[in-house]
């Protein structure tokens, strides 16, 4: 363990001043030092960052932070087969749990007098939680909604196809797109009418995460899957009524789509590097004004490029969420999925790490709402304003403040955030969780151009955009959810490696086929997978959708 115990006094009176209203104290006189293995790769944050400061006074905890720098599955497969572990991850998903390497966590979440924040979090989700061992390992950092029944949150956290602002503008703000077809027509006559940027550089069109060789590139795979116009298994159907379950990668929609995208791409409007650009490089397209249009997830989407663009007053260029489908007429309701618990996701503690039942109070004091407030909002007076009738706002020098990286990297935690436990949905006085989550507030950080287009649709807030959900019972049974709860063995997990595989090799040459090649290439693509055993992975899903329960929310 690289877990230090320091022999730094702490003034716990000081603490409580530091951070008002705080009431949370250390459980020793001694500040542990974190090895934190992060799946971001932000960079360090300065040593006089407030937020941490704070965490280090009231918890007396202080972060060593690893930032994963390339492929994180490569370094958590590395530590796997070391056995040197971090004390605390967001990282590596199931992995870590298959090893055993993970501490259960299930008894911080149901002690509502010791762990408060915790139970209030996490206490109404326990069974949807638990892996299939019985025990809880993560503590998701998304996924649970407080006071949020009439779905008003504004941003939207689900997939969708991102349209430039300034497509929709050009066209004279059309109907929104119903079909990939309209979607792609969209991009096509923005391209052909502007012929380049502002700088003079060719558009990218439509882009795509596709290098495979890192674990982001799920757009090229799961693409199709959300324009079906049906419930979105991960790459199957399921029949719940029957308790059945069929592979669906090879079912039409799947073909036709990536038929017009290889379209697209011998049109010249899909970059030709998608399949060995990186992360960074994906992002530096999106920002440079050349790529038109993606599919992606919107967690990839906001922090990644709409906030930096916000960042840069780069109005109109800022990508909003779209549902479309393959097919005219077919439901776009299930790109807005309930939200549920992302029970792979969030913060997991190693089987040896130190004082465990000290960290946990630190994540217990995070979660509560106090906390939450000060990680998102900052400073009342100071950060944000409160008006007499309790709402929360920003002035334009706070709003400046809180679009800026500068300043949120020298007063929030950052690093920490992208695997720490967040409230979503609002507070119980009626403001958002965070100002970008408050409707007022992100109808004010929306630029001229945003604010037009969503005048003109009648719309205030983004998630207003795609169709309602789905019951959160029925989106629970999806086999991809399933999924998250099982690793495969045997001839299932072989399997399951196949497709991965097959996939990988395959997708890639489909889109960049040339004129004329690609039904005979997706005919081989298909008889591919005449040589995996999937009917061993339907065996598995089957017997578990029969026993799953219904997850309530």
Same mark, same amino acid.
């Given at each position: ?28 006189? !001694? ?7 992060? =799946? ?6 300065? +040593?006089? *960052?407030? /937020?941490? $400061? ?77 892996? !299939? ?7 998701? =950092? ?6 949020? +029944?009439? *779905?008003? /949150?504004? $941003? ?398």
């Amino acid at each position: 363990m690289r877990a230090k115990l320091l022999s730094i006094l702490l003034c716990l009176a000081v603490a409580a001043a530091a951070f008002a209203g705080g009431d949370q104290q250390a459980a020793d006189d !001694e500040v542990t030092v974190l090895h934190a293995l992060m =799946n971001n790769s932000l960079s360090q944050p300065p +040593e006089d *960052n407030r /937020s941490y $400061l704070r965490i280090e006074e009231e918890f007396g905890i202080r972060f060593d932070f690893e930032m994963a720098v390339g492929d994180i599955g490569e370094r958590v497969a590395l530590m796997i087969a070391s056995g040197d572990y971090a004390d605390i991850t967001d990282a590596g998903g199931k992995d870590f749990w298959a090893a055993g390497a993970l501490l259960p966590l299930e008894e911080y979440f149901v002690q509502p007098d010791e762990y408060p924040g915790l139970y209030h979090h996490f206490n109404h989700h326990m069974d949807y939680l638990a892996y !299939e061992d019985g025990s809880i390992y993560r503590m998701p =950092n998304d996924g649970i909604e407080f006071n949020n +029944e009439q *779905n008003g /949150s504004p $941003l939207y956290f689900n997939p969708g196809f991102w349209l430039k602002v300034r497509v929709l503008e050009e066209a004279g703000w059309p109907e929104l797109p119903d079909t990939v077809a309209d979607f792609m027509q969209l991009i096509e006559d923005y391209a052909n009418t502007q012929q380049t940027t502002d700088d003079g550089q060719s558009f990218l069109g439509y882009q795509i995460m596709g290098n495979t060789s890192i674990w982001r590139w799920h757009p090229l795979r799961d693409a199709p899957m959300y324009v079906s116009g049906y419930i979105p298994e991960g790459g199957w159907r399921v029949d719940e009524a029957a308790g059945t379950v069929e592979f669906d990668r090879l079912a039409p929609v799947y073909r036709d789509y990536y038929a017009l995208v290889n379209e697209m791409y011998n049109k010249g409007l899909v970059d030709p590097s998608f399949a060995t650009n990186d992360f960074d490089e994906w992002i530096a397209a999106n920002l440079s004004g050349r790529t038109l249009g993606f599919y992606d997830m919107s967690w990839q989407t906001w922090w990644s490029v709409n906030d930096v663009l916000r960042e840069q007053n780069a109005d109109g260029e800022v990508f909003v969420p779209l549902a479309v489908t393959m097919y005219e007429g077919d439901s776009k309701q299930f790109f807005r999925a309930p939200t549920l618990p992302n029970r792979d996701n969030g913060f997991a503690l190693f089987v040896d790490i130190e004082n465990p039942e000290k960290i946990m109070r630190m994540f217990d004091g995070l979660a509560g709402e106090e906390w939450q407030k000060y990680m998102h909002w900052g400073i009342p007076g100071e950060d944000y304003m409160i008006a007499d009738d309790g709402e929360f706002f920003l002035t334009d020098e706070q709003r400046a403040n809180h679009a800026s990286t500068e300043w949120r990297d020298q007063n929030l935690p950052t690093q920490l955030m992208s695997g720490l436990i967040e409230w979503e949905g609002f507070y119980d006085d009626g403001n958002g969780y965070s100002p970008s989550n408050h409707p007022p507030e992100s109808r004010r950080l929306m630029g001229p151009m945003e604010q037009e287009m969503m005048d003109h649709y009648g719309m205030q807030v983004y998630h207003q955009l795609i169709p309602s959900t789905m019951p959160n019972s029925r989106f629970y049974s999806s086999t991809w959810r399933i999924d998250n709860q099982t690793v495969l063995e045997g001839d299932a997990a072989i399997a399951e490696q196949q497709i991965e595989d097959h996939q990988k090799a395959w997708l890639a040459r489909l889109v960049t086929a040339a004129p004329g090649e690609f039904d005979g290439l997706w005919t081989e693509y298909a008889a591919g997978y005449d040589d995996i055993d999937i009917q061993a992975i339907i065996d598995v899903y089957e017997e578990i959708l029969v026993a799953a329960p219904e997850y309530e929310g």
